[in-house]
Structure formats: C-alpha cells, structure tokens
Nanobody, 115 residues
Framework: QVHLLESGGGLVQAGGSLRLSCAAAGGRVSIATMGWYRQAPGKQRDLVASITRDSSTNYVDSVKGRFTISRDNAENSVYLQMNSLKPEETAVYYC?????????WGPGTQLTISS
C-alpha cells in the first residue's frame, strides 16, 4: 500500500505562483509514473502533468509553459510548480502513483485562484 499526501494548496491571486508537493510512503516515486490531476466542482478528474520513471514528462496543453512537474527521489516526493495561475484552474489537485497494475491516490489539496 502506497500512501500519498499532497500539500501546498491554498488561495492565490490570478497570475500568481504556487508549488504543490506530494510525499509518498510505502513506495518509491523513482520507479513509478507519478501524476498530478485536478477536479473542479461538477467536473471529472483530469490529468494535469505526469513524470515517468525515466523522467519523461507530459502536460495537458493548457498548462504547457506554465507548470513544471519534478521529482526528488531522495525526498521520495513529487512537485508541481505552477505559474501564471488562472481562476478557472481552481480545483482539488490530486497526486497519483502508478506502478504496474497498482494505482494509488492522495486525498487531494484544494487550490483556489481568485480573480
């Protein structure tokens, strides 16, 4: 069982920056595909960014050039640096861990961007 805990959410003004953190326990982020997802009220949970074990990254088009996903194997954590935030990006942000057939989710962290 892998436990994930997100942190770093909160309230930020439009155009601001924030970094989310995801700490993992019970599994190594270095061997997994790690992802950040978000879910706005009444909407489905969508992928924002992901990083594979060989450090290949993938971003949804709407965040390319503004968000950066990174991983610290020593800290067993994954991060999402978000710049130029927009009000429509208000959502609960979730960390995801995938290794083989196993998938784990964190409880999420709320991010609210005010206009």
């Amino acid at each position: 069982q892998v436990h994930l805990l997100e942190s770093g959410g909160g309230l930020v003004q439009a155009g601001g920056s924030l970094r989310l953190s995801c700490a993992a326990a019970g599994g190594r982020v270095s061997i997994a595909t790690m992802g950040w997802y978000r879910q706005a009220p009444g909407k489905q949970r969508d992928l924002v960014a992901s990083i594979t074990r060989d450090s290949s990254t993938n971003y949804v088009d709407s965040v390319k050039g503004r968000f950066t996903i990174s991983r610290d194997n020593a800290e067993n954590s994954v991060y999402l640096q978000m710049n130029s935030l927009k009000p429509e990006e208000t959502a609960v942000y979730y960390c995801n861990y995938v290794f083989g057939e196993d998938t784990f989710w964190g409880p999420g962290t709320q991010l609210t961007i005010s206009s």
